[in-house]
C-alpha cells in the first residue's frame, strides 16, 4: 500500500495546502464502469511514478457501477480520493469545480473517465511546465473513431511558447485549445477565479477560453499525443434538437462572449465568434418535424422585434446570443450554415481536422491498437 508523507506547505496565495503531489488528476464520473478501470489505471502506470499524483474520483450520484469501482481503488491507495455527490447535477462543471477545490497537487490536469492517458502524459507535460515556468503546457491527442486511431492536426513547430494576454490575435492556436490532456498551474487557476460555468453543454469551453486569456505564457507540444480520446455516442447529450440543450449551449457561449467582453477581447470581426457558430451548430440536425415548432416560436419575437432589413450576419448573431433572444437564432439558421462553410480557416479544419490515421510503425500503435475495442 502507497505511503503518504504528509506535511504543510502555502500556495502564492497563502492557502495551506496538505500533501506532496506533484499533480491532481480531477475526473468527473457519471455511469462510466463499462471504462472506469482501464482509465484509472493508465494513471496508476504513469512514468512519473503514481506516489506523485493526486486522483480525485468525483462520483455525479452514477446509477451503475461506478461507486463500487471507485470504493475499491480508493482502499488500495490513500492518494486516490472519492467524493461522492448526493444528486445527479446533469453537467460535469460542478464535479469538476468540488475536484478543483478538493485537490491539494501543484498542477491540476483534467480527464475523462472513458478516455486513456499514454504512460508519459504527466511526466512530459510537468517537465515542460518546470522548465518553461508556464501557466499551461497542452499537447495534441489520438482520437479513436470507429475503433481506428486517427491524429489531430500536425503541426512544422514541435513546439510554440505564446504569451496570448500580450496579444491573442496573433495566435491561431487558441480555437483548438482544449481542456483534457492539458495541464494548469493551480495557482494560476486560483488567483484567476478559473471556474466551470454550471450549464449543461460546453461547461468546459468558457473554462478554456478564461484560462488562455488570462495566461501569461503557454507552451505547445504540437506533435506530442498523450491522449487518446474516444468518440463514443454517450460523449454528446444529444444530437437531435431539444430546446433545453439549445438554451444550455448558448447561454454558455453568451457567458463566453460577456467574459471576453469583460476582458477588453475583441472579436466580433475574428473568427473567434464564427468558431462559436459552428460549435453551436454541430451539435445536432435538426429534424423536419421540429421545424414547425421551431418557427412558430421565432415569430412569437419576431411579432415584437423588427429586425434590421441589413445586418452583418455574424455582428447580429453576437448581439441575439448577449440579448439571449434564442429562437431568433433559428430565423438564421440555413444562413449561418452557409456562412459557416464558405469560411476558409472553417473548411481547412473540417478538411484536415482527422489526417492521418495511425500506422503499424508509429512508436504508439501498440497502446492504440490494445485499446481499439475499449
Same mark, same amino acid.
Not at 495566435?171 to 498551474?185: P, R
Not at 438564421?332 to 500506422?359: G, S
Given at each position: ?13 497563502? +492557502? ?19 471504462? /472506469? ?6 494513471? $496508476? ?23 463500487? $469501482? ?65 501557466? $499551461?503546457?497542452?499537447? #495534441? ?6 475503433? =481506428? ?23 491561431? @492556436? ?7 490532456? =492539458? /495541464? ?46 474516444? !468518440? ?33 477581447? =475583441? ?36 411579432? #415584437? #422585434? ?30 449561418? !450554415?452557409?456562412?459557416?462553410? #464558405?469560411?476558409?480557416?472553417?473548411? @481547412? ?22 485499446? +481499439?475495442?475499449?
Amino acid at each position: 500500500m502507497l505511503k503518504r508523507y504528509i506535511f504543510i506547505k502555502r500556495n502564492n496565495l497563502g +492557502r495551506v495546502i496538505i500533501g506532496n503531489y506533484k499533480i491532481s488528476i480531477i475526473v468527473p464520473i457519471y455511469n462510466q464502469d463499462k471504462y /472506469l478501470n482501464k482509465s484509472i489505471e493508465s494513471i $496508476i502506470n504513469q512514468t512519473i511514478g503514481f506516489k506523485n499524483i493526486e486522483l480525485i474520483l468525483v462520483d455525479d450520484y452514477s446509477t451503475d457501477n461506478s461507486r463500487n $469501482i471507485i470504493k475499491e481503488y480508493a482502499k488500495k491507495f490513500k492518494n486516490i480520493i472519492p467524493i461522492f455527490l448526493n444528486k445527479n447535477n446533469g453537467t460535469p462543471a460542478i464535479p469538476k469545480n468540488k475536484g478543483i477545490k478538493k485537490s491539494t497537487g501543484d498542477y491540476i490536469m483534467f480527464f475523462d473517465p472513458d478516455d486513456y492517458l499514454i504512460p508519459d502524459i504527466c511526466e512530459k507535460l510537468y517537465d515542460e511546465i518546470i522548465n518553461e515556468k508556464c501557466d $499551461i503546457v497542452t499537447g #495534441n491527442a489520438i482520437f479513436m473513431i470507429d475503433n =481506428t486511431p486517427y491524429y489531430n492536426i500536425r503541426h512544422n513547430n514541435p513546439k510554440e511558447i505564446i504569451h496570448p494576454i500580450k496579444n491573442y490575435k496573433n495566435y491561431k @492556436n487558441y480555437k483548438n485549445f482544449h481542456c483534457w490532456g =492539458t /495541464l494548469y498551474n493551480r495557482n494560476f487557476i486560483e488567483k484567476n477565479n478559473i471556474k466551470f460555468i454550471n450549464v449543461k453543454t460546453n461547461e468546459d469551453t468558457y473554462f478554456v477560453y478564461k484560462s488562455f486569456f488570462n495566461a501569461k505564457k503557454i507552451c505547445y507540444l504540437n506533435n506530442y499525443y498523450g491522449i487518446i480520446y474516444f !468518440i463514443r455516442n454517450e460523449k454528446t447529450l444529444s444530437k437531435t434538437f431539444s430546446k433545453e440543450i439549445l438554451i444550455s449551449t448558448i447561454d454558455a457561449f453568451t457567458q463566453i462572449r460577456e467574459l471576453l467582453i469583460d476582458m477588453n477581447v =475583441t472579436f466580433d470581426e475574428d473568427p473567434f465568434l464564427i468558431n462559436i457558430i459552428m460549435r453551436l451548430y454541430e451539435k445536432w440536425e435538426i429534424p423536419k418535424k421540429n421545424e414547425k415548432y421551431i418557427y412558430e416560436e421565432m415569430l412569437k419575437y419576431k411579432k #415584437n #422585434n423588427k429586425l434590421p432589413k441589413s445586418v452583418s450576419l455574424h455582428i447580429r448573431f453576437g448581439e441575439i446570443l448577449l440579448e439571449k433572444k434564442y429562437f431568433i437564432l433559428l430565423h438564421y439558421y440555413r444562413q449561418i !450554415i452557409l456562412f459557416i462553410l #464558405n469560411q476558409k480557416f472553417i473548411q @481547412n479544419k473540417i478538411n484536415n481536422k482527422y489526417k492521418d490515421a495511425v500506422k503499424p510503425n508509429d512508436k504508439i500503435y501498440n497502446i492504440v491498437s490494445s485499446l +481499439r475495442y475499449y
